[in-house]
Nanobody
Framework: QVQLEESGGGLVQPGGSLRLSCEAS????????MGWYRQAPGKERESVAR???????TYAESVKGRFTISRDNAKNNANLQMNSLKVQDTAVYYC???????????WGQGTQVTVSS
């Protein structure tokens, strides 16, 4: 059973920073992709950032230059450093894991990020 545990959400003023963390546990293949999605009220869930076990990263255009995703393969965790936050970044952020060997994706329960003055 694979589980994803998120932490680090909260309330921050525009221009501020937050760091989200996600730790994966269970039977996880070394070859996988971890990432973060977000869903704002009334909108569809969207991909924010992804990082492969080889370190390749992809970002949504709206967060490029502001967000940085990183991971520690030995600890099966991934972090999302969010800087210069905007009101439009307000959403529930979900940790996501794709395990290539079983072609299965897993989701965390979500953590709220609110950017407001």
């Amino acid at each position: 059973q694979v589980q994803l545990e998120e932490s680090g959400g909260g309330l921050v003023q525009p221009g501020g920073s937050l760091r989200l963390s996600c730790e994966a546990s269970g039977n996880i293949s070394r070859i996988n992709v971890m990432g973060w999605y977000r869903q704002a009220p009334g909108k569809e869930r969207e991909s924010v950032a992804r990082i492969s076990s080889g370190g390749h990263t992809t970002y949504a255009e709206s967060v490029k230059g502001r967000f940085t995703i990183s991971r520690d393969n030995a600890k099966n965790n991934a972090n999302l450093q969010m800087n210069s936050l905007k009101v439009q970044d307000t959403a529930v952020y979900y940790c996501w894991l794709w395990v290539q060997s079983v072609r299965t994706e897993y989701w965390g329960q979500g953590t709220q990020v609110t950017v407001s003055s």
